[in-house]
């Protein structure tokens, strides 16, 4: 096992389309699966309004942002955890890119997801969320 590069962790971070957002409400650690997108500075992701994620960062905006990979028999992995604050989108434009960087992640049109923006931009209970890939770490095994 090392230590993944810098640019290792990058390149991870834009290949996959899935990862793990980890909140904390009161003393409690909470996580949801989910995907991103990823512009190189920013991940890109969200919760379903008004739930208990959207209020984890509401009260506390501290997160962890996981991403791995394993074979069976766990002699080949890699793992990156990216540590920072979540800043909460809700201008349109801000929404907008969020949701091309998700489209854009999973090799589909960046307008794939446009159609969302407006309800998401609308709802004040929304949790379209950027998260600086700023302090970040990885290890990997196998490669």
Sequence with gaps: ?????????IDFI????WG??????????YAVELSYGFDGTYIYCGSMPGGRMARCIRN???VAFKICESD??????RAVLVEGRAERMTSREDIMHS????ARQRKLPDNAFAGVVGHLAD????????IAAAAVGGKI???
Aim: no cysteine.
């Design 60 to 62: 506390n905006d501290n």
């Design 72 to 77: 069976w028999s766990y002699s080949r992995y």
């Design 14 to 17: 834009g290949y996959f389309t």
């Design 99 to 102: 949701v091309a960087m998700i």
């Design 123 to 130: 709802n004040p209970k929304s949790n379209s969320l950027r």
């Design 141 to 143: 095994a196998g490669y």
């Design 20 to 29: 793990t957002l980890i909140g904390v409400e009161g003393d409690r650690p």
């Design 1 to 9: 096992m090392r230590n993944m590069s810098h640019k290792e962790i």
